[in-house]
């Protein structure tokens, strides 16, 4: 094979190569939706009132546990045992200073996957906060399948995050491939809300093919539209669900400390509640 061949050849393979190495996943810019006002039923389709006594019910809710960290550093065990209890009227989520598994904190996150899996609809969950430096409570939701891969990827719906050192102030926040915090492109409001340890508000989700919109006690606080430009930045085309914690230290709920005086400090939940969005 001559020179002018060989280097033909290498040319071809070369692109081969490149094609063969390409993003062939890269998504797909979609028509941005058109916001058609979406209404949701009157009548929840799924909820739990918490009007029971002992453990969460098992038919609606299961358990993250472990002290991994979470990928975020934090200091806490998740149990299913003790920390999470309802009574009163309300679900008691606990965290405590003690020793289990390595960890000196322990703390429950309970969560709906695979009992309370949804796309669309408006979400409601009424709740009561921890103080105290090193608490951060979470009012969130998660990807059940990860249909397109890992986090952020797939996305991250937080409808409340709280964190002690900045008493009062509470985030709403999206998380996507394109937008998320470890690049600071997330999209989030801060909202500053009296009384949030004493006092149970609101925290109201409001999700749409169009849009997602979060509430506070019934006020408008956040508002992402879907531009249209595939998963990068709208992986909320699929199914997620519901995940109730509070988690001790991390790299954010930690960032000044852990204040052991304040233990033991819990979140109440009094209800969660999901309303079916009507198709028009």
Known sequence: MNAV????????????LCLANSDTTSPKKLPVPVDKAWKFEQTPVWADEFDYSGMPDPAKWGYDIGGGGWGNHELQYYSDSGNAIVGNGVLTITARKE????????SARVISKGKGDFLYGR???????????????????LPTDWAYGGWPNSGEIDIMEHVGYNPGKVHVTMHTKAYYFKINTQKTSITEVDSIYDAFHTYRLDWTPAAIRAYIDNKPVFDMKNEGQGYLVWPFDKRFHILLNVAVGGDWGGKEGVDDSIFPTAMQIDYVRVYKMIDQ
Do not use: C, D
């Open 99 to 106: 020793e289990k598994e390595n960890k000196h904190y322990t």
């Open 5 to 16: 061949a060989v280097s033909f050849v290498s040319m071809l393979m070369a692109s081969q």
């Open 123 to 141: 979400f409601e969950i009424r709740a009561k906060l921890p103080a105290g430096k090193g608490t951060w409570p979470a009012i969130w939701m």
